[in-house]
Every structure is written in C-alpha cells, then in structure tokens.
C-alpha cells in the first residue's frame, strides 16, 4: 500500500517535472535580472507561460511584491509555493460516494477525455468493491458507445446502451432505474463532448440532469466537469459557463502527463472554488488520482 | 471564434483614435494593452514580445497616410502584421505520390479521427477519390469510430479491424490503394504526447512507410501557452507540412494558431468550425486577421454561399435582385440554402461588425423561426408566392390557420418580405454596403 502512494507520487512527479522546469528554469533566469521589479516581472511571465493566466498571475506576484524584499531565491520559491497552496487547498476535496446508488454526471467540451476518465474511474470503485453501473449518453459521436462498452468490459462492470442517435435523456431514465433496481453503489454517466458556447446542447445536458433528479432526488450528486491540463485561458470559459447552466460540483484534470502545465486550475479555484476532484497523469486505469494541493504544488515548484 | 480578440482591438484603438498622433506615449498603452489582449487569447509568451516590437517598429517609422486617422493607421499596421504573421496567403494541400497520403498527427483528444472524415469530405467536393485509413490501434473504438464516419461521408475506408499493429494497417492500405485506384489517402493515427519517445519512434515508422506529402499537425483550438511545445515536438520528430486547427466554434480566442504559426513557421492549412462532417474550412491569414479586428469575414461567407448554392443558382439569384422580380418562392428557396450553410449564427458571425451587435445585445438567433416562416410559405398558394400583393385578410387568415401561426406572424412575413426587397433594391443601387442595414432589420 505504502509502496503504491509511493509509486504513484513519483509518476505524478515525473509528469510534472517538466512544468517544475519550466517555471524554476525562469525562476532561476529570474535572477540574472538586475532589479528586483525585472524579477517579478520575469516571475509574473513564467507563471503566464504556465497558463495560469494573466490576472492570477499578476495577482499572485503583487502578493509577493508585498512579502518579499530582498533577492533570496529559496525565500522567493517558498513564498510563490505557499501562495499558490493556498489557492488550490481551498478547492483539495476528493470525490467520495456518499448516496447509494451515488450519480456521477461526467460533462465537458469535445476530446477532454471523459469517456477515458469515466472508464478510469469506473475501474477504481470497482477495485475499492463497489457495483458500478455505466450509462452511455454519448450517442452522438460515433463509436462512443462502443468505446464505453469495451470499458465496461475491460472493467467488469454493466453498460446501460440504447442506438447511436438515441435520447440522451432516455438513457439517463433508464439508467437510473436500473442502478435502483440492481442496487447499484455508483452510476456514472457519459455525455457527448459538445462546447459549453452551444446553447441548445448545453440546454440537452440541462434536460439530462433533470431527468436524473426526477428519478432520483438529489441525484446527479456529481456534475463532473472534465477538463484537458493542455487547455488555455478558454477552461476558465468552460468551468464558468457550464457551472452558471449545470452547476458544476467538481473537476477532473486530465493529461496532466505531457509537457501542459495546468496551471489553468489556479484561476479556475481561486475565482470559481469548483472542488478539484480528480487528476490524469497517464494513459493507465491507476493513473487517475485524487487531487492533492500540497503533492501539486511540490511537483509544480 | 476570435472575437475576443476583436472587442480588445476594438477598445485599444478607439482610445488611439483620440490622439491625433501615434507617440512614443499614447502607442506604448495601446501596446500594453495588445500585448494583454493576445495573452489572455493564449498566444504563447515570447511570439507576443516578437509581434509587439514588430508592430511598435513599424507604427512609429510610418507616416500617417493622407486621409488614414493615427487610429486607422495602427488599425492597418496591426492588421498587416497580423496577416504576416498568419502566414501571408492561404496555403494549399500538396498532394504529390501515388497516390498521395495524408497523415494526421497530433495529441490526444485534438481531433483528428474528426479532421480526417472532414478532410475526406472536403477533397471528395473537389473531385477526389479518397481512401480513410485508421491507423490507430491504441484508443478503445477509434478504428470504429472512423468507419462509421467514413460510411456517413459515403467515403470507402480500409477496415484495420483485426489488426494490431498500426505499421501492417498502413502497409496493408497502401498496397489496396495502389490496386483499387484511389488518388489521395488519409491516415489517422493514434494520439501521442510528443514526449513519449517509443510512440514518437511508431509515427516515423509509419511515415517511413507512407511517405506521405502531407503530414498534418492537428490541434485543439483552445490550447494554452504549450502549444508551441508540442508543434515544435512533433514538427522535430516527424516534419509536420501544415497545421490543422480544430474546435474553432467555440468561443476561444485562438492564440494557439499564432503560436504555432510562428514557431514552426507550419503554415494553418485548416479550421474545423462545426460539429457536421463538413464543418472543415480552408484557413486565410488575410481573412482571419480581418476577424481578429473586427472587419468581419464577408470572403468566407461568400465561398460557403457558392459551394451550397452552385453558381447557377447563385446566377439565377442575381438575375432575380437584379430585375426585381424576387418571389416569396425564391425566399423559401433562400432559407433551405441557409439552412445547409450551417447554423445562423455562425452565418452572421462572419458578418463585419455583427460580433459587437451580438455582445451588446445578447442577441440569439432563432433557428425555429426558420422553419415558421417556411410553414407560412408552404401554405401559401404559388399564386400568392409569385404575386403577394393578393393577399387579403381573408387569405392570410387562412394561410395562418394552414401553418399553425398567427396572422400576426404572416404580417410579419409580409413586412419583412417587403423589407428585403427594399433591401435587394438599395443593395443595386449602392453596390453591395447595404449589410448594416440588413442587421439593423434583423434585429
């Protein structure tokens, strides 16, 4: 057990190794500037080159500014580490089934990896011994179907399916009926990707999460919004407006493996404080991890 | 898509516009707040530093043309810039081999099983014969995925079911595409980090084997600062030709493609804008830097108008504005052929100066009120379609009960019918600027 967190830790600090670089590498350029106003400035740059934005940036180096007055390097990199911690430990909260059957709504623009996430985490519970019940809403991408069916396969767990074309809604009815009458501990739900500016597909996702809280009040108990590490400024779209029509209670964070830094999540927790649930930092089922500020931050800096 | 962008611009230069001057003092705050602008549309950091000081260079050593405003003038400049840094004019696929292949590359999630059936629906318009290979075998149904597309785009594909090795997929497809004749070929691979040196190492030996013409970099849209990381990634590894951008629909500013462009200096070769399988636009530098400002993309609307319309249809329209003798007929005839062209919004975001009307107003565009209008028509006599002015109460009672509205809504019809063959009218005689007013009824 001990071995796996230990295993875990060091590939969730492989894959942010290179962000580590990328800021630390200009922190430490940083210092070859010859006034301390150059090296907040260098510093402001290298967190925007993180995509953590210009606002939050610009906010965070104020902070600094206040804190720090002389050119200490490691007294700049704690102060930066703790500054960001406590934006993102406000948001730490890991996802843990609380109902039975507990309704996991996954939702989120096209090819952020929802469909991979749901199998990921579909695996998880079944590891912890929990029934878990999958729902293909996807019936608009070809094959997504098919790609959840695999899932259900490699994961042992059912697939509740109509045609390809099919009413997302009528999938989502049928499924929570079945997670009821089969007593299901989790069902999770998958949408089709669909951009959060697309009124009338956001309007189809309003009309799914309805449906699900007629069968079963107080479900869906997570709105999932799914979110690629890669993206820009543009997440902080999406987090805001499918929050403003869904209500997001929670974010998943995936490929988080390459070299994107994610630094978007620093905005989206400090301005939204959308839980960050989950994180993806590899393509493997056990590489979906819980979000923790302090693991984050130490890898990031 | 960039209309973030647009608005920033927009702002910028309306406070230069009261300078009188372009100084050293009132550029620099329009710099800064560029340079803030094409930051928050994630254009990475150094490519903005390289803009700003190619823009502050050129604003100050121009003079101020004749009858140009300062602010027009930067407006010029930065427009100019812009396109130059997009890439100057559009560029073409080169499809050179036999048959030519296409490869599409890229990260996970970027689109590329998506580009690959827009792509084939985009060359089988230009009289292609296109083959799809799917060539990834990694992702769980991506090999499905693409035959299905393929099937929608009535487009054949080589079935790589049963395969394991994306190498023996692409060999295989080659050797039937040599047989069965086709003349372009398309390969979707699986999607890869650009850091994980084994999958690198298959891309480039599928290349090897394929020996492509092109091979397309395709790429999300909304991708934050390390774009430029994963173009330069796999520009290194396996010599990207061209850059497909995806997920333009939405509401990211796009600073990607800046990026990109600059950085491998790849020219874009596509954007995808839909989520319809020939949602594939060929990108213009020209035209995108115009959108950027503002100036609107009459040139895309126009193309996209011909492509659906046909030019005979197109002729027969003109001939109609022309002598005035357009009918309600033609009109149904002109909501069908806008209904193909996509979705009204999009239409009108191509038109100058709808992305501000749009932002002020909250402006939504109704699709059902299409298909009213079209049920007031259909229940219209031809008498009625050609000749309208015969319209009595009693008749637009009828028409109304016949499609379900209120005779209301058939007056509304009638006016706006009037409205645009005024429109049509004042579009002959001052040769096409009539768009404000078309917006201005619309709203």
């Known amino acids: 057990m001990f071995k796996g967190i230990k295993a875990g830790l060091a590939s969730l600090k492989a894959g942010l190794a290179r962000t580590h670089n990328a800021i630390m590498g200009n922190v430490e350029a940083a210092f070859s500037g010859a006034s301390r106003e150059e090296i907040l400035e260098n510093l402001e740059e290298s967190l925007i080159l993180s995509d953590i934005g210009v606002a939050a940036s610009s906010r965070i180096v104020d902070e600094l500014r206040g804190q720090f007055a002389g050119?200490?390097?490691?007294?700049?990199?704690?102060?930066?580490?703790?500054?960001?911690?406590r934006i993102l430990k406000e948001a730490e909260a890991p996802l843990v089934p609380t109902a039975s059957p507990f309704v996991i709504m996954a939702l989120g623009v096209n090819g952020v990896g929802k469909?991979?996430?749901?199998?990921?985490?579909?695996?998880?519970?079944?590891?912890?011994?929990?029934?878990?019940?999958?729902?293909?809403?996807?019936?608009?991408?070809?094959?997504?179907i098919e790609q959840l069916e695999l899932w259900g396969e490699r994961v042992g767990c059912q697939v509740i399916r109509q045609?390809?074309?099919?009413?997302?809604?009528a999938i989502a009815f049928d499924a929570v009926r079945a997670a009821i009458s089969r007593k299901s501990d989790v069902l999770i739900l998958d949408t089709a990707g669909r951009l959060h500016t697309k009124t009338n597909l956001v309007e189809e996702l309003k009309k799914v999460k309805r449906i699900v809280g007629r069968e079963l009040p107080g479900a869906p108990h997570e709105n999932l919004l799914v979110l690629d590490a890669s993206t820009g400024q543009n997440a902080l779209n999406q987090a805001r407006l499918f929050n403003e029509a869904i209500g997001v209670t929670g974010i998943a964070l995936t490929k988080l493996d390459g070299t994107a830094k994610g630094g978007i999540i620093v905005p989206i927790a400090g301005e939204l404080k959308i839980p960050i649930r989950l994180i993806g930092v590899g393509e493997s089922a056990s590489d979906l991890k819980d979000f923790d500020a302090r693991e984050f931050v130490d890898a990031l800096i | 898509m960039l209309e973030g962008l647009s608005d920033k611009f927009r702002k910028v230069l309306k406070d230069v516009r009261g300078h009188g001057a372009l100084s050293d003092s009132n550029i620099q705050d329009a710099l800064k707040e560029v340079r803030l602008a094409l930051l928050e549309a994630d254009v990475n950091l150094v490519v903005v530093k390289d803009f700003i000081a190619a823009v502050k260079e050129k604003a100050l050593g121009k003079e101020v043309l004749g009858s140009l405003t300062p602010g027009q003038q930067f407006t010029k400049v930065v427009h100019d810039e812009l396109t130059r840094l997009l890439g100057g004019s559009e560029a073409t696929l080169e499809l050179k081999g036999r048959p030519p292949v296409i490869m599409l590359v890229g990260l996970q999630g970027s689109g590329k099983t998506t580009t690959a059936a827009k792509l084939a629906v985009h060359l089988k318009g230009r009289g292609r014969n296109p083959y799809i290979v799917p060539a990834d075998m990694f992702r769980l149904a991506a090999v499905l995925q693409l035959k299905k597309l393929a099937s929608e785009a009535r487009v054949d594909c080589f079935d790589s079911e049963g395969y394991s090795k994306?190498?023996?997929?692409?060999?295989?497809?080659?050797?039937?595409?040599?047989?069965?004749?086709?003349?372009c070929v398309i390969v979707d691979t699986a999607g890869r980090l650009h850091i994980d040196d084994a999958l690198m190492d298959e891309l480039k030996t599928l290349k090897g084997i394929l020996k492509p013409s092109e091979v397309l970099f395709v790429a999300d849209s909304m991708t934050g600062q390390d774009a430029v990381n994963t173009a330069k990634g796999f520009d290194s590894a396996v010599g990207v030709t061209g850059v497909a951008l995806t997920k333009f629909d939405g509401d990211a500013r796009g600073?990607?493609?800046?990026?990109?462009?600059?950085?491998?200096?790849?020219?874009?070769?596509?954007?995808?804008?839909?989520?319809?399988?020939?949602?594939?636009?060929?990108?213009?530098?020209?035209?995108?830097?115009?959108?950027?400002?503002?100036?609107?993309?009459?040139?895309?609307?126009?193309?996209?108008?011909?492509?659906?319309?046909?030019?005979?249809?197109a002729k027969e329209l003109q001939r109609k504005i022309k002598k005035d003798s357009f009918t309600l007929e033609d009109f149904k005839g002109q909501l069908q052929q806008i209904k193909k062209m996509g979705s009204i919004e999009s239409i009108l975001s191509m038109v100058p100066g709808f992305n501000?009307?749009?932002n002020a107003k909250d402006v939504k565009i109704d699709e059902k009120e299409i298909l009213r209008v079209e049920a007031i028509i259909n229940s219209m006599t031809m008498k009625e379609r050609v000749d309208p002015s015969c319209l009595n109460a009693s008749r637009r009672q009828r028409i109304a009960k016949g499609s379900g509205t209120k005779v209301s809504d058939v007056n509304k019809l009638m006016n706006q019918y009037q409205d645009m063959r005024k429109m049509m009218k004042m579009m002959r005689n001052s040769g096409g600027r009539g768009m404000k007013g078309l917006l201005n009824r619309m709203r």
């Open chain 1, 71 to 85: 050119k200490d390097p490691e007294r700049l990199k704690e102060l930066l580490r703790s500054s960001i911690y």
């Open chain 1, 115 to 144: 469909t991979t996430t749901i199998g990921k985490l579909a695996s998880r519970y079944t590891s912890e011994g929990r029934s878990v019940l999958l729902a293909a809403g996807d019936t608009f991408r070809a094959a997504a």
């Open chain 1, 163 to 169: 045609a390809h074309g099919g009413d997302p809604g």
């Open chain 2, 166 to 183: 994306a190498d023996a997929v692409c060999a295989e497809a080659l050797r039937i595409a040599g047989i069965k004749g086709y003349d």
């Open chain 2, 255 to 313: 600073g990607a493609a800046l990026s990109m462009r600059m950085t491998t200096g790849k020219p874009i070769k596509f954007v995808g804008v839909g989520e319809k399988i020939d949602a594939l636009e060929v990108f213009h530098p020209s035209r995108l830097a115009g959108r950027i400002l503002d100036m609107g993309d009459v040139l895309t609307l126009i193309e996209k108008a011909e492509a659906t319309l046909g030019e005979k249809e």
């Open chain 2, 356 to 358: 501000a009307v749009k």
